[in-house]
C-alpha cells in the first residue's frame, strides 16, 4: 500500500472538483465519499444536486480556515493524499478503504483523534484500487496540525495495514526514490500507446546522458542528439542554474510541450547534483594504473575495461567505507545505462531493464564520495563512445565477460543496502540482477558453446591436468565444478592460460578466491570469464594453442614454465 502527499494547495474546490470529475483521461469511475472527518460530510457523488453538494463539501472543510483573521489563515492550506494498493492486491470494501482513511490522517497528525484537535478531512474514491483524501491544515480550535514528517508517518501505517489485511508488503521507503507517474500520467500514454510515461522516457534519457559525461557541453549535446526539447535556465551573470527537458509530441491542452525539470525526473538529476560528478572526476586521481583518459579501440576493448572496473569496484564495496561504496554504486547505474544504450539485439531488452531496475538502487542517504567512482565513469563512457557492440565475436563474447562482472557488482549493492537497512534499494538491486542473469545467458551462449567444445576435444592426459589444477586450487568446490556443464569451458580456458604462460593452479586459485561465489549460478562459467580478463585471453574462444606456444597475446616473449607466479604483469583488475 503506497501513500503519495502532494505539495499543499490553494482551493479545496479546485480539488474536488478533480476528484469527482471524469478526470484527465475519463479514469474516474463512480467517485463517491467513504468517510469523512464526522461521518456526516455530504457526498457530491450520491448527491441529486451535485454543483451545490461539492460546493457544501469546500465550504464545510474550509469553515476552521475562513473563521481565522485573513492575514493569519495559511496561504496553501489544503492537505491532499492518495493512497494506492499495490498491483495484484485485491480489491478492498468501501467500508476497508473507509478505515484505512481514519488511520491515515491519524498516524498523519492530520486528525490524531483521543480527544486532540483534529483537521477537517474527506476521503474519496474513485477507482478500485486508490482513495483520495482532501483536508483543511487548520484544527478546529484554529491551531496547526503536528503533521510533521507525514509521509513517514503514513508509510509507517500503511506497513501495518498491509500486515492485518493480508496485502501485499512495500518495501519501506526513505525519500530518495524519483516522483511515480500520476495516474493523469499513466492514463495519457496508454492513449498515445507508449510504454512509458513522458517522466519515465525522458528520465531514461536524461541518466544515459549522463553516463560518463564530464561537461555540462557534453551532457547536453546528448541530450539534443537524443532529440528531446531543452530549455535552460540561467543567472543574471550568465551562469546555469538548472534545465529542463520534454519529449517533442508530449503536449499539454494548449498544444505546448510538458517540460520536466531534472529534480523532478529523479534527486540526482538536478544538475548541482550531475556537477558533483564532473567536478570529483577532474580533481580525483586516477585509480588504476591504466590512464582512464586513453580512448578504447572498440567496443571488445571498452568492455574488458568496464569489467576490470567493475571487478575493483566490488571489492571496494565489499571493504571500502559506506562513502566509497555509495559513489561506487551511483556510478555502477551510469555503466548499465552506457551498455543498455549500446547493447546487442539479443541482450537489449534485459540490459535495459536491469538499467530501469537498478536505478532505484542507485540513491540513498549515504553521501556519495565522488572521485572514488572515476574508473567506473570513465568505464561508461568508453562504453558510450566506443559504439554499439556486435552479437558476436570478440564483442559478443566480451558483452557475456562485463555482465558477469555487471551481476557480481549489483549483487554487491544488494548485500550492502541490505546492511544498511535500504530495503527499497536491496530489492531493487537484486531486480536488476535478474534481468543481468537473463542478459548473461543470451550474451554467452554462443562463446561458452564454442568453449565447452574445445574442452571436450582436449586429450585425455591434458583433461586430466586440468582436472587436477582445479583440485589444487579450489578442492572445496572441485567435485561440484566437475559436474557442471561448463566444465568443459574452464578446462579450454585453463588450457588457454597454460599456453599463455601462466600457473594455472595459482591464477584459477587466485580467481577463485578473490569473492565468494555462492551466488553464482555456474561457479566454472564465472571463473572463465575471471581467468580470461586476468590472463588477457581472447574473449570469443579465439583456436586455442597447446601449451607452450605462443598466442596472440604471448608473441614476441619467450613462454617458459611458471615458477608460481606470472611471467608477466597483469592489468590492475
Excluded at 483543511?136 to 500503511?158: H, I, L, W
Excluded at 511515480?180 to 492514463?187: G, V
Excluded at 579501440?297 to 567505507?321: E, F, K, N, T, Y
Excluded at 557492440?389 to 562482472?405: N, S
Aim: proline share 7%; glycine share 6%; charged share 25%.
Amino acid at each position: 500500500m503506497i501513500p503519495s502527499i502532494n505539495d499543499p494547495g490553494d482551493r479545496t474546490i479546485g480539488l474536488l472538483h478533480y476528484l469527482y470529475g471524469p478526470g484527465r483521461a475519463e479514469e474516474h469511475v463512480d467517485p463517491h465519499l467513504v468517510a469523512s472527518f464526522d461521518g456526516l460530510a455530504p457526498d457530491p457523488g450520491r448527491s441529486d444536486d451535485f454543483a451545490a453538494a461539492i460546493k457544501d463539501l469546500a465550504v464545510l472543510l474550509d469553515q476552521p480556515v475562513q473563521v481565522l483573521p485573513a492575514h493569519a489563515r495559511p496561504a496553501k492550506h489544503v492537505w491532499h493524499t492518495s493512497v494506492r494498493a499495490a498491483p495484484g492486491d485485491r480489491t478492498l470494501s468501501d467500508d476497508e478503504w473507509a478505515d484505512i482513511a481514519r488511520r491515515v490522517v491519524a498516524a498523519t497528525g492530520i486528525d490524531p483523534g483521543g480527544g486532540e484537535p483534529g483537521c477537517r478531512w474527506a476521503a474519496v474514491r474513485h477507482a478500485d484500487d486508490h482513495i483520495h483524501i482532501v483536508a483543511t491544515r487548520v484544527c478546529e480550535d484554529g491551531s496547526s496540525p503536528d503533521d510533521f514528517r507525514s509521509y513517514k508517518r503514513a508509510q509507517a501505517a500503511c506497513r501495518l495495514i498491509e500486515k492485518e489485511l493480508g496485502l501485499t508488503l512495500v518495501n519501506p521507503g526513505d525519500g530518495t526514490a524519483a516522483k511515480r507517474p500520476s495516474s493523469a500520467e499513466r492514463h495519457k500514454a496508454q492513449r498515445q500507446g507508449r510504454e512509458q510515461t513522458a517522466r519515465e522516457e525522458l528520465r531514461e534519457t536524461v541518466r544515459r546522458a549522463v553516463a560518463g559525461a564530464t561537461s555540462e557541453k557534453e551532457f547536453f549535446d546528448r541530450l539534443a542528439a537524443a532529440g528531446v526539447l531543452i530549455r535552460t535556465r540561467a543567472a543574471p551573470s550568465g551562469d546555469l542554474l538548472g534545465y529542463k527537458v520534454a519529449l517533442i509530441d508530449d503536449r499539454n491542452e494548449d498544444n505546448e510541450p510538458v517540460f520536466f525539470a531534472g529534480s523532478t525526473l529523479a534527486p540526482d538529476l538536478s544538475l548541482p547534483r550531475i556537477r558533483e560528478r564532473w567536478s570529483a572526476a577532474q580533481q580525483a586521481p586516477a585509480t588504476t594504473p591504466e590512464d582512464p583518459a586513453a580512448a578504447p579501440s572498440g567496443p571488445a576493448r571498452a568492455r574488458r575495461r568496464a569489467a576490470a572496473a567493475a571487478w575493483q569496484a566490488v571489492l571496494s564495496i565489499d571493504h571500502g567505507d559506506d562513502h566509497q561504496a555509495a559513489a561506487h554504486i551511483a556510478a555502477a547505474g551510469e555503466v548499465l545505462d552506457a551498455l543498455a544504450k549500446t547493447s546487442a539485439a539479443h541482450t537489449r531488452k534485459q540490459l535495459r531493464e536491469a538499467a530501469r531496475a537498478f536505478e532505484r538502487a542507485s540513491r540513498s542517504h549515504v553521501r556519495a564520495e565522488r572521485g572514488h567512482d572515476r574508473a567506473l565513469r570513465q568505464a561508461a563512457r568508453d562504453l558510450v563512445y566506443s559504439g554499439p557492440a556486435l552479437g558476436r565475436g570478440e564483442d559478443g563474447a566480451t558483452t557475456a565477460m562485463v555482465i558477469d562482472m555487471v551481476a557480481f557488482l549489483v549483487i554487491a549493492a544488494a548485500h550492502w543496502h541490505g546492511k544498511k537497512n535500504h530495503a527499497q534499494q536491496a530489492a531493487a538491486a537484486r531486480q536488476a540482477a535478474e534481468h543481468l542473469r537473463a542478459a548473461y545467458h543470451s550474451a554467452a551462449q554462443h562463446p561458452m558453446a564454442v568453449l565447452r567444445h574445445r574442452g571436450r576435444r582436449l586429450s585425455q592426459p591434458l583433461q586430466r591436468r586440468q582436472a587436477a589444477h582445479l583440485r589444487q586450487a579450489v578442492p572445496e568446490l572441485a567435485e561440484q565444478i566437475l559436474a557442471e556443464p561448463g566444465w568443459h569451458a574452464l578446462a579450454a580456458t585453463l588450457a588457454n592460460v597454460e599456453a599463455a604462460g601462466h600457473e594455472p593452479a595459482t591464477l584459477l586459485s587466485e580467481a577463485a578466491a578473490r569473492r565468494e561465489l555462492d551466488t553464482a549460478e555456474s561457479v566454472s562459467d564465472v571463473l572463465v570469464w575471471r581467468l580470461r580478463r586476468m590472463a588477457d585471453l581472447p574473449a570469443d574462444a579465439s583456436p586455442m594453442p597447446e601449451p607452450g606456444t605462443a598466442t596472440p597475446q604471448s608473441a614476441g616473449r619467450p613462454t617458459r614454465p611458471s615458477s608460481g607466479r606470472n611471467t608477466r604483469p597483469r592489468k590492475a583488475r
